[in-house]
């Protein structure tokens, strides 16, 4: 098993910056990519951006060129930095971790509440 725990969410006007983390215990030996989706109320949980083992990213249209994702190995730890921060990037933001092959298990956290003011 592993446990995924969020913190750094909070409110912020537009144009600030945010930096949340996600801490991971347990097997962290089995882990192979960690990611962050979000969800707004009333909406579908959307993936933000993910990492994998060796450090290849991947970002989704919304968060490509203001969002950073980075995974610290040593520390167990990973890492969503969101700079240009607008109203529309509001919601629980989950960190997510998925084990490796042959039979991959995904792991969500608790999730941290994001909220921008206009």
């Keep these: 098993q592993v446990q995924l725990v969020e913190s750094g969410g909070g409110l912020v006007q537009a144009g600030g910056s ?7 215990s347990g097997a962290i030996f089995s882990i192979d990519a960690m990611g962050w989706y979000r969800q707004a ?3 579908q949980r959307d993936f933000v951006a993910s990492i994998t083992s ?8 919304s968060a490509e060129g203001r969002f ?8 167990n730890t990973m890492f969503l930095q969101m700079n240009s921060l607008k109203p529309e990037d ?3 933001y989950y960190c997510h971790a998925r084990s490796r092959p042959p039979l991959p298990i ?3 956290g608790q999730g941290t509440q994001v909220t921008v003011s206009s």
């Design 54 to 61: 060796g450090g290849i990213t991947n970002y989704a249209d």
């Design 18 to 24: 945010l930096r949340l983390s996600c801490a991971a």
């Design 106 to 108: 995904n792991y969500w």
């Design 90 to 92: 509001t919601a629980v």
């Design 68 to 75: 950073t994702i980075s995974r610290d190995n040593a520390k």
């Design 41 to 43: 109320p009333g909406k």
